[in-house]
């Protein structure tokens, strides 16, 4: 009781604590977002009170299923999927949406469709063999839906049964409802034939089943009414066939034109359909009765490669259909076809070198969707952009952050070389602001307000130019997604200053490929000027299976190649090519703008590749020790390597294999975590009676996390403190293996200086009174008891003191899982270090390092010199799930996967950037800003003060020299 | 501002005896009563003796303060204020300034004999004294301060001054 009331007490003693609520928007911005759509949005509009709500209903890669608005392209609603329940398929008629997800695709969830609101779940019979296509058809009228799943029909409304297929070899892929049956229809390719089912669909009785040889290149089809269209490709013909229920009508063939494909634009119940012919004619087509197709309209032959159809009703009903392709001059040109009315043909200026190529297409009214293969989508209406989103940013691979230079007119100023003259004219010059400077000076200092944008920057302001801010809260934050796309945002406001697509080098015209990021270093920028450049370091796997190593070095500030320079983005970024084949690992020497790269046979590339940089190597390579993880025929391994030249083999330098990291049988590892990098302010901790425990600050420190292999035995998932030079382990813990869902291990950990902090799921207390629950440790290494110190910081990994290590650690119960954590970085390291966590119920906190104090004792008070010197506080099984710890409001921050952390130019100051499915960005002061008077200082007041007090003196000195002179007289 | 009396004027050396009474006064009514006596008063060793233990009692009196102000300083309790602070810059100053004007405030207690009444040598014993008593001051006035943690006792308050040099070997990440 006095324990939890004390931890309170210490808790309500900062007065800053939680965000205030004017500081939301200011400091912070947030980006909701949906992912990169995976299928070609479709419009579904509803009229209320005569106005009509038109949403784009869209899945995303990222598992979600979301509503944008169609006017503004606002996320109206969005449902996160679990990763381990992927949409399968999902479904809108009316007002309903349906989702098929999960494994087998047996989880049903119907929303609706204008505000998310979860209308139903339910968990489907799964099918029997493996999973080939769901489809969902609504019974008109009752509400009532049948749901296909390979070989299960089930229907779900009032009246349930599920139709199980007698041949489960024969997998159906859709399911047609006609007012006489319900019939599946599936191809395959492997027996040659179209398999139909008719069911009752009142009762679920099987009427009938049948199935009808095709030749065995046909492997899709469409349904239009109650026909199935099919290309055959060895003739190029048509076939199609008629469904009644007892399923013995023929197939029937079109030759008369040589047909390529057939499209489903999503009007089966206009009965019409595209068939696209291989001159590049495009048909409209509708099955007429007794069987006959007949071509509505036809698009003429298009001149380019890739065309895309799109159908949609209007609010008349009456249908439409959208003809998108690329010509050879990659020109966009659009046709919209409506019966009975003029072809409204436009063209879009999609600039295909910033948001690539068309990858779906929908049509609302005369209003185009379109998604491209960077993950943008945008509405078009005639050729205006109305809205564009840039959904790339929910698969971001890397980011950093890059300092602004300083503004153009204080940077280049030359003070040598410069004539009076020319000094007096800038200074003249530089002085023309001083009114309005003094102006703003003045109006800040009376009204308290903070200064508008030089010093703190608010998130609204998009008009200033990118220079650093007095505070250096304005950065340039690089993104790199698994689009291949690069972006840059502004920290200030989250706009995106600009954005450019990898190019493909010597596989982007005719093969094709992906550009995959996997480093991103900021380096000091090439030539006069005082900026940063960015190198982002990418593997361009070909299609032909061929990967190489690509590099691109850009200006943060516009997006600009450095190297290859270019004149102006519009173009494509093509980077440098490095190494031809895959990239081992790549480094960064420590301070130096030399990286370098190691390739597949271990060769050491410096880059950039100058004399400079090999002489930095060569005079290095007795001292570079590189651990990182290679894959063996047993499972990835931490190997530690050397640096080494032998002419004989290789010109270059080579890395040798030095160590290996043991693990216990079974054990497996999972991933790295590296250390984070910052200036040490303090070398120990100065306890309560004035000794200090000495950190352990061995800079080769990084952590393995392990897996376990062996399910029986369950030995736990590890977590390694490893010194890089030689591989011994300096701290090590075995945590059981989470089971929350499958058994997995869960683990999260961060390592900095001497503190490291992991967080695991106990699933089983081991003690008495232990629970299952979430748990997070820290642990502090120090060179040994107070006073004892070894000099770890300078000692080689070879000496013998360099295994003297003590562990402090201590556990709490934390209230919540976590999916990424970090610590919160300053510019001198001064500040103490906040824990940054992203939680799993879409938060961050910020959990303070005095509460993660591994001394907080247990077993008695702390003495009065404990508490004022170390602010020691009694220990507390239970890290306080405190709401004001949130520093993401009240934003949803969904699927965090990672958060890093920037210095501003203020010491109190830290930049934290989360990136998930949301992109999150706001400054924390884990000591209080301690740096900037507070925004309540009372200014006026301390001058009126000062005044005051002047004003005394100057009426006081005369009366007080007047009676000095009088007692003199009467001494 | 403290008074002292002037013991010089009993010595028989003084330079005040030969001035004359002033105006009023008459020297030949006492003089004679004076004169039967001075056969009585004391020799000029005596004097001394007084004046020793009276330099004694001077050597003492700060030890003899010391309770009050270890009163006032547990009444200013362990904060860094700006009382205690006060109190602890008056009881670390005044040893100081006490020993400074130390040969100073002793003359006025040097024997007749003395040949340099200001010299360190005259009343030694009772400077010594005067310099314990004093220390016991300081020393007083130092623990005051080391539990206020203001003395740099500990290796932690010398942390901020170690440097450490790069390590041999670096690891990369």
New interface residues.
Partial sequence: MFRSLFVALLLCTPLSLAIHESDVGVIDWHKKLIGVPLAPPIVHYAVTNKTTQRVLLVPTSSNVLAALNATDGSVVWRYVFDNSDGIASFHVNGDAVVALSGPGATMMRSFESLTGFLSFEKRLEAPTTELSAVDVVFEPNTGAMFVLNTHLITRVGEVQWTWDAPDKQMPYSKLVHTGAALYAVGVSQATASLHLAAVNPITGAQINTAWKHLPPSVSSFVVSGDTVIWVVPATESLGFVLLSPSLRESIRTEKTLKWLAVVDVDLRDKELFVGVLTSGEARVLKVQEGGVLESMHAFPANDGPQALFAGGLDEEGAPYIARLWTSTAQAISVEIYTPGKDVVKTSLPLNTHKHGTVAHLAIDGLRLVITTSTGAIQAWEKDQLVWGREESLATIDVATFVELPLPERIAHVNLEDESILARLARQIEDAQDFPAYAAAFAERFVTGAPPREEVVVSAHDRSAALARDAFGFKQVLVTATAYGSLFGLDTASGAVLWTRVFGLGWAGDSVGGVVKPLKIYVVEGEGESEGKDVVVIAHRKANNKLVDTVLFRVDPLTGASVTPFEENTNGLLEGTDVIQGPLTEA????DSDVI?LIDEFFQINPYPDTEASVALIAR?AS?????FMENFSDGPRIVGHGLKLDKNVSDKYLAYRTWGLSLPAGARVKS?V??R?GPVA???K??G????LYKY????M?VVLTEDTEESTSRGCGVYVV???KGSVLYSATVPVSVQGRPECDVHATLAENWLVYHYYETEGERDGETKGWRIVTVELYEGGP?EKT?S??????SVDSMQVEALEQSYVYAHGITAITTTSTKFGITSKDIIVATQNNKIHAIPRRMLNPRRLKDRKPT??EQ??ELLIPYDVIMPDDPRRTISHTYEVTNTRQIITSPALLESTSLVFAYGLDLFLTRVAPSNTFDILNKSFNKVQLVLTVCGLALGIVIAKPMVRRKRLRERWYQ | MSKSLEYATLEPASKWRNLSPPPGFSKSSSSTRVSSKTSTAPPPEAYNSIKETRAFDFATAPAKSLPMQAFMLYMSGGGVQIFSMGIVFMLLLSPFKNLAGMNDAFAQFAPSTAKNPKAFTTLLLQKLVYIACNALTLGVGLWKCRSMGLLPLGTGDWLAFETRGLAPEISLF
Wanted: glycine share 4%; aromatic share 10%; hydrophobic share 40%.
């Fill in positions: 480094f960064r020497i420590p370098i290095l001292k570079l020790y590189l651990p790295i590296k250390p990098v303090s070398l120990g100065v306890l009676n004035r000794t200090t600050l061995n800079p080769r990084f010194d890089g030079a006073d000099q910081s300078d000692m080689s990994a070879f009065p010199e004022q010197e």
